[in-house]
Structures are given as structure tokens and as C-alpha cells.
């Protein structure tokens, strides 16, 4: 049971590169979400979908763009790198059936230098 | 502007004992909280929740204890194991249009287990 897949792991990148960040459940969940921790801080929430075709904005959406094309894959992409996107980013899906908890990838360390 | 804290940053506690971790929220408009334990270089894994009709919820060895009043809540493990030796992250979410479930996180609190 795979659960949430990440990739990749971690990545390097230069400043004003672009990249996406891969997410995929298997969960059949309807609900996906992606956050971003900073050294000794909580998670912060990016973007969020509701299901294929919706996305909506977080807390902290600028410097990033989403997409939900399948219920199954969530991708997160960084346009223009910046310093400040330098994070560990965890993508999560939950079902949609009253208040069920998130479930959690592994994340993907991203440096950018 | 935070509105979960973890006050907390690290609680050491010895085996067998009782660990208590704590976390205040400013948002009355928080209606479910959810605690996550996180291993070094893992995802967050949920752990217990509460919502706000409730003041108390248990689950082995894990409760966790809402007071709506003093917008505060606290995990307590009993007995404490060296395999909860983690990172615990308090996490809250406010009423939402299609329950969507934001989850806004606290700071995190490392409790470290001693045999």
C-alpha cells in the first residue's frame, strides 16, 4: 500500500530555475494538499484541491502554481526559484467523508542556491 | 500572527512516565485539532483528534484534552515509550466551505524518551 508518493526526494536548484514537484495517492482520496516546513517551524499550507479540476490557494500560495488534472496526482510547480522557496515540501490527501485525517508523503527537501 | 502555538520546544520525559504536551490556539473559529508525530526525514503521522464538541478523546495510550474556554489542548502519553521519542505538532482547522480542512500547524515539540 503505497499510500502518498513523493518525488523526488530532494533536489538542488539555481536561482530562477523551474521545477515541479511530484505528488500521487492511491487512495482514490478526493482531497490533496501541499505545505512547505521551515527549519523549526510548523507546516504552512500552499494549495489545496477539493478534487479534479479545483484548486484554491492557502496561506502561502506566491511563487507557486498547482494543477489537479486526475484524482490521483497533484503536482506543484516553482516557476522562478527564490532562496525563501528553500524548504521541505509535504504533499497530503485525505477522504472526503467527514473529518478524516490527512495523510502524509515523505516530503522533498529542496535547496536552492 | 500565530494562531496554533507549541510554547514547548523540547520535553524530556523518562520511560514509563507520563508525557504531557501542550498547545494553545487563538482562533475561535477552530473547530477540529489534530495531533501529528513526525520522525526525522517521514511525513507527519496522525496520531489522535478531537473536535470542538468534545473536551476529551482517548485512544490507548494516547488522550488528548480540549478547553474551549482557555483555547488550549494537551496530548498526554501514558506510559511514555523510547518509540515516541518524535517530534509532536499540534494542528488546528477552522470551519470551511466544502470541509476542506485547512490545517494551520503549530511549531512543533521534540519530546525526547530516556530509559
Known amino acids: 500500500n503505497a499510500g502518498v508518493t513523493q518525488t523526488p526526494k530532494f533536489r538542488i536548484l539555481k536561482i530562477g530555475q523551474s521545477m515541479t514537484l511530484q505528488c500521487t495517492q492511491d487512495?482514490?482520496?478526493?482531497?490533496m494538499y501541499w505545505y512547505r516546513q521551515d527549519p523549526g517551524m510548523g507546516l504552512k499550507l500552499i494549495y489545496y484541491?477539493?478534487?479534479?479540476?479545483?484548486?484554491d490557494k492557502g496561506e502561502v500560495p506566491n511563487g507557486y502554481n498547482v494543477s489537479r488534472s486526475t484524482t490521483e496526482d497533484f503536482p506543484l510547480r516553482l516557476e522562478l526559484a527564490a532562496p525563501s522557496q528553500t524548504s521541505v515540501y509535504f504533499c497530503?490527501?485525505?477522504?472526503?467523508?467527514?473529518?478524516?485525517?490527512?495523510?502524509f508523503g515523505d516530503g522533498t527537501r529542496l535547496s536552492i542556491l | 500572527d500565530q494562531q496554533v502555538k507549541q510554547n514547548s520546544p523540547s520535553l524530556s520525559v523518562q520511560e514509563g512516565r507520563i508525557s504531557i504536551l501542550n498547545c494553545d490556539y487563538t482562533?475561535?473559529?477552530?473547530?477540529?485539532f489534530l495531533w501529528y508525530k513526525k520522525y526525522p526525514a517521514e511525513g507527519p503521522t496522525f496520531l489522535i483528534s478531537?473536535?470542538?464538541?468534545?473536551d476529551k478523546n482517548e485512544d490507548g495510550r494516547f488522550t488528548v484534552f480540549l478547553n474551549k474556554s482557555a483555547k488550549h489542548l494537551s496530548l498526554h502519553i501514558v506510559p511514555s515509550q523510547p518509540g515516541d521519542s518524535a517530534v509532536y505538532f499540534c494542528?488546528?482547522?477552522?470551519?470551511?466551505?466544502?470541509?476542506?480542512?485547512?490545517?494551520?500547524f503549530g511549531q512543533g515539540t521534540r519530546l525526547t524518551i530516556n530509559p
Open positions: 497530503a490527501s485525505r477522504n472526503n467523508v467527514g473529518n478524516q485525517p490527512q495523510h
Open positions: 487512495m482514490n482520496h478526493n482531497y
Open positions: 484541491s477539493v478534487g479534479a479540476g479545483i484548486t
Open positions: 482562533n475561535s473559529m477552530f473547530d477540529y
Open positions: 478531537i473536535s470542538s464538541i468534545k
Open positions: 494542528a488546528a482547522s477552522p470551519r470551511g466551505i466544502q470541509g476542506a480542512q485547512k490545517l494551520v
